[in-house]
């Protein structure tokens, strides 16, 4: 339910602005998409030559049914802050709740939120605690706003690669949600370089377009505070006085004449002039009396994040050009030593620039400092300045107090400690593979299908930042797992790469149909340069795939990483996803047993991945979209690029930030980010959902009862009504006693905590019995008596057992599929009504 809370206010006291004339006053960026909306507001509200819509009767969708008036004890409260009109009104959320946008141009967009906590008689916002995401990532987890400035406004900026924007509000346990205003507004592409470099390794960081951000810190050094008129993309920059460690060694400057942009370097979209006209600049210049000093800026981060560190410069000072050098320290780190200004500008002065760095934070460290200071160079004068600057957290999911991740520890550090944990359990494996795809290389007639090298002559030719894929998968005893595609050959075998052959889009790329030389299908998933993934899941599905094979899971054939392409190289699976083959297509329908053969592939795959490794492997995005089907119906499990490995012995969860698809996310795992194998169990309940009911897991077009399928589906199950959502076209067909066991399975792995849920070869053993109940001709008393998963349990660990036996026999998971064929007929045995 959403609750508009609505505050009656007189005018507010005139706020006193700045008003500079600047000669070179850039026009204002025109978005694509440039929604404004002031939530719960009945009328629309004027910011500047900005108008905040009221949230109702739009053509985006809100679902939220019923509005309630209330009014704000002490409104006066927000007079202090930034645009105060848009912190009058509120929407409060009570359960999960959407804002729905069509976009009309995919990239980089601005999300902004606005929040004012308070109390009233009947709710109680100061105590609120809930996360906002996107369909692709968390923007804010379990996120407690203060009646401040500094947690007043979140902005991120995002990368959105879907025609529609899901913006998700979701309470926790006894609490609510609430947002007075939002933005969602198109960015120019260049906003956001893709090379940055990073402080530490002091290399190149790549990937930056593609990353999501969250400003921390926009600070117009050494001059006014700039309101968002003043700036082309609506920004809003603060002052630096504050964050000074010694104030006493810095003084202000400003310049009054015009700013120059120049192609390649910055433009008005990057900042505007009024930011370049005004510096912080070392008190001392000119001298070469004293002892040398520097500047620094101390902020307050998150820890274990990595960020991006904008610096903007444009010599202000100076009489003449390469008069002025000067340092730049990040964390005390060098980020770019001996400056001079005037050469990086070709030559001139009052010219615009800026330089970004990327630096990794400890865990337990919330300091990060960022310093100016005297060059080293010969008879260069201690002077040094700073014009602007700005600090975004890297990420694509969520913290406590906004959008994050880990931060970026150094691939090959990883790699490196992981391959050589894993050496013992996989030598095995890669004499195994090795010899078969030797046999199976003899059989192409493609001389440009190589093995994987990184010491030979084909050596990968991604950046020195991505050169640890190789590693991955051909380090030391690691070599050969995968084959290397060149790029000419994928080209040729998708007809280059034509759009006519394109079979599915994701979150990576675009995936086409493709033919090898020998006539061998293929499904090539190429990787978008503008996507939210990237590098990391790259990596990871080659190392995964290179040392899993079951008949449930998807074969990876090889990989291209020419030309910085990023291609993966699959079987094709003839009939696509199983999505498509329960709602959005014309595909004919699927029998309630398809359906159930189709559950137990798919669970058979991912209990395989749970127990088939010395370490259980989280798959941490199963969903429809990634249950692919062959020729004969098949469900082969794909698209491990988010997957991650379990828990060690000793520990119940591993601690990660959160990732996968919103509307299968487990909500223990959205709370507390912590990841289990019982996360992947609950998303595949929500798949069951998905099968029986034949509709998406999110509609925000359906009455808000009805947009989440989890819980929409968990409310008729619980009252023994299940039957009355299922898809009708196979309703009539599903036996009573089979739609009742597949209706408790589904509710124990939906269980609000994952101890409460089943393992997933539990859910297996049950929906075999599904299937059973669904063959049988009449239920006899022995079908009955085994009604329990418990009561299964020893036999299961008999499998479990025989699997580990295989494991360790040959190195890795047989190719015979032991699990997949002794359950099968162990479970025959025990069930079938003729089989004792």
Not at 459 to 471: D, N
Not at 663 to 679: A, H, I, M, N
Not at 701 to 708: K, S
Not at 792 to 801: A, T
């Amino acid at each position: 339910m959403g609750i508009l809370i609505r505050f009656r206010l007189a005018l507010l006291p005139f706020l006193l602005t700045v008003t500079l004339t600047l000669s070179n006053s850039a026009i204002a960026f025109n978005p694509a998409d440039n929604y404004l909306i002031d939530c719960g507001s009945l009328t629309n509200t004027t910011i500047g030559v900005r108008v905040f819509v009221a949230d109702a009767g739009l053509s985006w969708t809100l679902t939220t049914p019923k509005d309630i008036i209330a009014n704000n004890t002490k409104p006066s409260s927000v007079s202090s802050l930034d645009s105060s009109s848009l912190y009058l009104n509120a929407r409060i959320f009570d359960g999960t709740s959407f804002y729905s946008f069509p976009i009309k141009q995919k990239g980089r967009h601005f999300i902004r939120l606005y929040f004012f906590p308070f109390d009233t008689q009947d709710f109680k916002l100061t105590t609120s605690k809930f996360s906002v995401s996107t369909q692709d990532a968390m923007l804010l987890n379990s996120f407690h706003p203060r009646a401040d400035s500094t947690t007043a406004f979140q902005e991120f900026l995002v990368n959105i690669t879907h025609d529609s924007l899901t913006l998700s509000f979701l309470p926790e346990s006894n609490s609510m949600a609430f947002v007075s205003a939002l933005e969602v507004v198109s960015v120019p592409d260049n906003l956001i370089s893709d090379t940055a470099q990073n402080v530490q390794t002091k290399t190149p960081y790549q990937g930056l377009g593609v990353e999501q951000l969250q400003t921390f810190y926009r600070l117009n050094m050494g001059g006014p505070k700039i309101l968002p008129d003043t700036d082309t993309l609506w920004r809003t920059w603060g002052t630096d006085g504050v964050f000074l460690v010694d104030a006493g060694l810095a003084k202000n400057v400003s310049y009054s004449g015009q700013i120059d942009y120049v192609t390649g370097a910055s433009s008005p979209d990057i900042a505007p002039g009024i930011v370049y006209s005004t510096a912080t600049e070392l008190a001392s210049q000119n001298t070469t009396v004293g002892p040398l000093f520097n500047v620094t800026w101390k902020f307050n981060v998150d820890g274990g994040f990595s960020y991006l560190v904008r610096m903007h410069f444009c010599d202000i000072v100076s009489k003449a050009l390469n008069t002025l050098y000067f340092s730049a320290y990040i964390n005390s780190l060098s980020a770019a030593a001996d400056i001079d200004l005037s050469s990086i500008t070709v030559n001139s002065l009052h010219t615009a620039v800026f330089m970004d760095f990327v630096v990794d934070m400890p865990d337990m460290s919330n300091n990060l400092s960022v310093t100016i200071g005297p060059s080293n160079t010969n008879n260069a004068l201690p002077d040094g300045i700073l014009n602007g600057l700005e600090v975004m957290k890297l990420g694509s999911s969520g913290s406590g107090t906004g959008l994050g991740s880990h931060s970026k520890i150094k691939i090959g550090a990883i790699l490196g400690a992981s391959l050589g944990a894993l050496a013992l359990v996989i030598v095995a494996a890669v004499v195994f593979f090795f010899l078969r795809r030797r046999r199976i290389a003899r059989k192409m007639q493609s001389k440009t299908w190589l093995p994987s090298s990184i010491n030979g002559g084909t050596s990968l030719s991604l950046e020195a930042s991505r050169a640890s894929i190789a590693t991955t998968v051909a380090s030391g005893q690691n070599g050969n797992l995968g084959y290397r595609f060149s790029f000419v050959v994928l080209q040729e075998a998708t007809n280059n790469f034509d759009e006519n052959w394109v079979i599915g889009v994701g979150g990576f790329g675009k995936v086409y149909k493709g033919v090898l030389r020998d006539e061998t299908k293929v499904a090539v998933k190429r990787g978008n340069p503008k996507s939210q993934q990237g590098l990391n899941e790259f990596r990871t599905e080659i190392e995964l795939l290179s040392r899993l094979r079951h008949r449930h899971l998807v074969s990876l054939i090889g990989y291209c990483d020419e030309r910085n392409e990023m291609i993966l190289a699959y079987e094709y699976m003839e009939n696509g996803t199983l999505k498509s083959h329960l709602y959005g297509s014309e595909l004919p329908n699927l029998t309630w047993k398809q359906r159930l053969e189709i559950c137990i592939g798919s669970a058979r795959g991912l209990h395989y991945l749970h127990t088939g490794s010395a370490k259980a492997i989280i798959h941490r995005d199963v969903k429809s979209a990634n249950i692919l089907l062959d020729e004969n119906l098949m469900a082969k499990v794909a698209d491990f690029g988010l997957s991650k490995t379990g828990p060690e012995l000793d520990q119940t969860h591993v601690s990660t930030a959160v990732k996968g698809s919103f509307g299968y996310l487990d909500p223990e795992y959205f709370r507390r980010q912590q990841l289990t194998e019982k996360s992947d169990v609950y998303s595949f309940g929500v798949v069951l959902l998905e099968v029986i009911c034949a509709r998406p897991v999110i509609d925000p077009t359906l009455p808000r009862e009805m947009v989440n399928l989890a819980e929409w589906g968990m409310k008729w199950q619980k009252r023994g009504e299940l039957d009355q959502i299922i898809d009708a076209r196979i309703s009539g067909s599903i036996k009573p006693d089979s739609l009742r066991k597949f209706g408790e399975t589904v509710e124990k792995c939906l269980a609000d905590f994952g101890v409460e849920r089943p393992s997933m070869g539990d859910v297996l053993w049950n929906l075999e019995y599904a299937l059973q109940l669904q063959e049988a001709e009449s239920p006899d008393t022995e079908v009955n008596s085994i009604n329990r998963i418990t009561e299964l349990s020893s036999q299961v660990e008999n499998i479990r057992s025989l699997e580990r036996v295989n494991e360790v026999a040959v190195g890795t998971p047989s190719l015979d599929d032991l699990s997949d064929v002794s359950m099968s007929r162990v479970f025959s045995q025990l069930i079938k009504s003729e089989g004792r």
